[in-house]
Structures are given as C-alpha cells and as structure tokens.
C-alpha cells in the first residue's frame, strides 16, 4: 500500500497477544493501526480520531463488542466495525448484524480469510463515498453471467466475438455450469437478439417425437396428426436455436439435423415440399464430444459443424474467486423475490462453502442460497442455515494457492516470501502472539524466526 492513502483501523481487545497480533498482521498489510485495550478505551478514541474500520472482540468488562459498535455507529457512521469471538452464537451474530456490524468472525479465524475480509470492508466503504455501486455491477456482471475470474473474463470475450457472427457455437461444460446462460448472452448480444431463442432439450423430448418436434408435421402424418404443426425450427426463423445436450441425439435425428445446419432447409414429417429455414446455431453438451466421435456415437462431420467455435466453461470448484461475488448475488435474487431482508452472507458461511466442492455447479451454489435465504429467520445468512449435499471438502490445493506461472512468468522470491509470511502470521495467531510457540510450530528456532519478523518488517 506504498504510495496510497494508508486506511486506518482500530483494533480492541482485552487480551494483548491477539491485539499485538492483529497489529502485526494489519500493518505488514500496509494499514495503520491503533490499538485500545478494553471497550471504554476504544470509545474515547472514537471520540477523538477517524477510522476507517474498527475490528472487536466480543467479550469485554464495562463495554463489550456490541457497546463499541454502537458507539462507532453514532459517532462514525461511516466506518466499518468487524466483531470477533471465540464464543460465537447465533445470537450474538443477529444481534452485531441487527446494529450493523459488517460482519462477524469466529475464532479462530483463517489468517487469508481475514485479510480478504478487512480488504473488502475497506472497498466497501469507500465505495459507498464514491457511490460506485454500478461501477461495480458492470465490472462482475457481463450480460445474465457473474464473475471477474480470468476463467470468466475469456469466456466475455469470446463470447464478444462469436456474437456478431452467425458461426455455429459449441459450449462445453459440466451440468451446472451456466451453457443456457452463456448462449443467452451471444443472442442477446447478436444482431439477431430481437428474433427468437429457441431452446432444444435434446435429452429431454422422447425419441419417437422428437422429429416432429424439430421439424413439425403435416396433417395425416401419422395417428393423431389432425392438423398441420410447425415445429421448432419454424418458430426460431430469424433468431438462435440453443441445442442443449446435443450429445443425446440418436443416430437418426443427427443426420437430418446435420442436413438443415448444412443446407438451411427441412421437410416436416409427412411433407414434401422444402422449406428455408434461417437460424443460428448454438449447442451444449455435458460430454465430452471427441471421445463420443471416436467411440461412433456422435458423427464427426456434425461435430465439426457445430464446433466451429469452442467455449469451455470451468466448474465452480475452478473459479473460486467468483464463489462470493455469485453467492451474494444469489443472496440478493432471493431476498427481494421471498421479501426477506437479508443483506449478508456472514463470513463463517462463506468459508464453509468455499471447502465444499459444488458438484452441482452454479445451478447447485443458487439451490443452496435460495433454501439459506428461506430458511433464515435473521437478517444474515449463519452456518446452520446451510445444506450442502454430503458435504463434501474441496480436494487439497482446490479453491487456495494455485500453482500458475502464466505466460510471462512470475516472481519466484516474491511468491515464496508471500507463503512465508502466511505461515509465519498463521503460527503467531494460533500461538496467540507467543514467538517462543510459533517458532516450534514452524519447525524453526526463536532466533530463525526473530530474523524472519525482522525481514519481512513484522
């Protein structure tokens, strides 16, 4: 933060290692920090000086956590307050939030969650001064899709460029992942937007109607056929037909399909004459579409037709950064349709889903927070309102430091000083500020890590 305006922070709490660790913490983050002992000390200071966040412990003689926030409240409505304790409740949670507390944290807490939490509490109130709360609207969201992930800012890109084409489109990707969404936002970003989106369940209409579903029927094509129908290539004329699992066509239904992409032209069922059809085509498959080809069960010249450009959307447990920016805005979706007031996801919650390996995908983290935001009976989304299927962990090294050199290269010291100072702030917090316990639980000697504080200006 070198060069910056240095935000400050007012750290409370009655037990001097964790405040000497915060301390320790927080200025090696570039921030300044001020320091008061109990709740009575942190009031009179709040009296006397600014802050941009204050950060509690609960439990405190004379004036608690819940006493400091409400002083902050009065006197610096706009500052921040962040309350932790090691003896979280539910209760204690609704009623910090009740006060407007920007979040709660149990102890013991995760040194990098932490940080990211201070981080965004920080944005968060700056951003309310600059009122740039669309600013930030138009840089997570590109058309129905959320995320700032590399993963996601690629995908915005081609789907940039695919959409003033009218070349065929591939999306790939396990269920879950956001196909529909993707090939909504390339019609809707197409000159053809104000035509039809028509949507094909491949694996969804029975095989024995599924022709004429596609392609409509004459009157008298066969039992039942009192009257003409026009099917679904009729009604997508001018627009994008969107075939979702496209890997669940039978072999018959392929062939023709291969037929109207090539030549833009079909027969109903039970009909002769041709007709002209003008559509784009946009596919989705769950598969993979090569190994089908190989293994004769997809056509290879249909393959190449509809894979003339290739959009690979990654599982959720791969774009992790996106995980809270999705989670909120699925929190607020759900707030406003079920008339809750419920503004927060609290940051316990948020680190248990960012351990859960989402099976489901997106469609599963939206299931999830419509059932919390439903279930919820207070103004923040708490663990016990959760419902994650068998929960499952994210594999080891998922979802935390990815080993990605990128195309330039990285700073190889750099990288490893910053694993370093994390587990040397781990340490200290689980020592709770004892140097002499967080140099055994380093494996190192006191003078090793007395010299590493003194290197990294601790």
């Not at 002992?37 to 004379?62: H, N, P, S, W, Y």
């Not at 759900?334 to 419920?342: F, Q, S, T, V």
Request: proline share 3%; aromatic share 6%.
């Amino acid at each position: 933060m070198s060069g910056k305006e240095k935000h400050s922070i007012l750290v409370v709490d009655d037990e001097t290692s964790m405040r000497e660790f915060l301390e320790i913490m927080l200025t090696q983050e570039g921030y300044q920090v001020a320091l008061a002992e109990d709740g009575e000390t942190a009031c009179r200071m709040l009296d006397e000086q600014d802050f941009d966040l204050v950060i509690t412990d609960i439990r405190m003689e004379k004036v608690d956590g819940i006493g400091v926030l409400k002083k902050s409240k009065e006197v610096r409505p706009d500052a921040r307050v962040i309350l932790i304790s090691a003896f979280a409740t539910a209760s204690t949670a609704v009623e910090a939030m009740k006060e407007g507390a920007y979040d709660y944290i149990p102890k013991p807490f995760k040194v990098r969650e932490f940080k990211k939490i201070v981080r965004e509490a920080i944005r968060s109130a700056k951003r309310e001064e600059s009122s740039g709360e669309e600013d930030k609207k138009s840089r997570y969201h590109f058309e129905c899709l959320v995320g700032e992930s590399p993963q996601m800012k690629k995908i915005y890109e081609l789907i940039k460029r695919a959409a003033g084409t009218r070349t065929n489109v591939l999306i790939s990707g396990e269920s879950g992942t956001g196909k529909e969404l993707v090939a909504r936002a390339i019609h809707g970003l197409s000159p053809r937007r104000e035509k039809p989106f028509v949507v094909i369940n491949c694996a969804g209409i029975p095989e024995n109607l599924i022709e004429s579903e596609l392609f409509g029927y004459k009157k008298g094509a066969f039992t039942g056929a009192i009257a003409d129908k026009e099917g679904l290539f009729d009604a997508a004329d001018g627009g994008t037909v969107f075939l979702d699992e496209v890997g669940e066509l039978t072999p018959a239904i392929q062939v023709k399909l291969l037929r109207v992409i090539q030549e833009r032209t079909f027969t109903a069922v039970g009909g002769t004459e041709e007709k002209n059809v003008d559509v784009r085509f946009i596919s989705a498959t769950n598969k993979d579409l090569e190994k089908e080809v190989i293994e004769k069960n997809f056509r290879e010249d249909l393959f190449f037709r509809i894979n003339v450009i290739h959009i690979a959307i990654p599982p959720l447990r791969d774009r992790q950064g996106d995980l809270p920016l999705l989670a909120q805005h699925f929190l607020k979706k759900y707030a406003e349709e079920l008339g809750k007031e419920i503004k927060k996801i609290s940051a316990y919650a948020m680190d248990i889903l960012s351990q859960y390996s989402f099976p489901g995908n997106v469609r599963e983290l939206e299931n999830i927070i419509e059932r919390s935001v439903a279930l919820e009976t207070s103004n923040i989304v708490l663990p016990d309102s959760l419902t994650l299927s068998n929960f499952r962990r994210m594999p080891e090294g998922k979802g935390r430091r990815r080993l990605d050199l990128g195309p330039d290269g990285i700073d190889l010291d750099s990288n490893l000083a910053e694993i370093e100072k994390d587990y040397i702030l781990k340490a200290l917090e689980m020592a709770h500020g004892s140097k002499q316990r967080a140099a055994r639980l380093l494996g190192i000697s006191s003078d090793s890590l007395k010299y590493r504080l003194k290197k990294f200006n601790f």
